[in-house]
Nanobody, 127 residues
Framework: QVQLVESGGGSVQAGGSLRLSCAASGDTSSINSMGWFRQAPGQPRVGVAAVRTDISKTYYPDSVKGRFTISQDNAKNTVYLQMDNLEPEDTDIYYC????????????????????WGQGTQVTVSS
């Protein structure tokens, strides 16, 4: 089992930045990928960034490319999501996820690619 704990959410004005953290514990050696998702009330979770932790390769959907950056600190078993130039439309709950199975990069933006989830952290961007 893997446990994920997110932190770093909060409120910021449009154009500002936030950095989310996701600390993993437990059987972290089994993890091949980690991702960040966002979810609005009543909507499905949508991937905003992913990293193949075994090869340190990152992936982004076009919607956030150039604004969001995912990074990993293997020594701390922690993944970060740096979010810059935030927009009110980025307001959501953000979730961290970890996966043990290997998928094609395009699949890493979908919840089915992950086995473990954090509790979520609220991000609010005001105009």
């Amino acid at each position: 089992q893997v446990q994920l704990v997110e932190s770093g959410g909060g409120s910021v004005q449009a154009g500002g930045s936030l950095r989310l953290s996701c600390a993993a514990s437990g059987d972290t050696s089994s993890i091949n990928s980690m991702g960040w998702f966002r979810q609005a009330p009543g909507q499905p979770r949508v991937g905003v960034a992913a990293v193949r932790t075994d090869i340190s390769k990152t992936y982004y959907p076009d919607s956030v490319k150039g604004r969001f950056t995912i990074s990993q600190d293997n020594a701390k078993n922690t993944v970060y999501l740096q979010m810059d130039n935030l927009e009110p439309e980025d307001t959501d709950i953000y979730y961290c996820a970890a996966g043990r199975r290997r998928y094609a990069s395009t699949s890493l933006f979908y919840p089915f690619a992950y086995d473990f989830w954090g509790q979520g952290t609220q991000v609010t961007v005001s105009s």
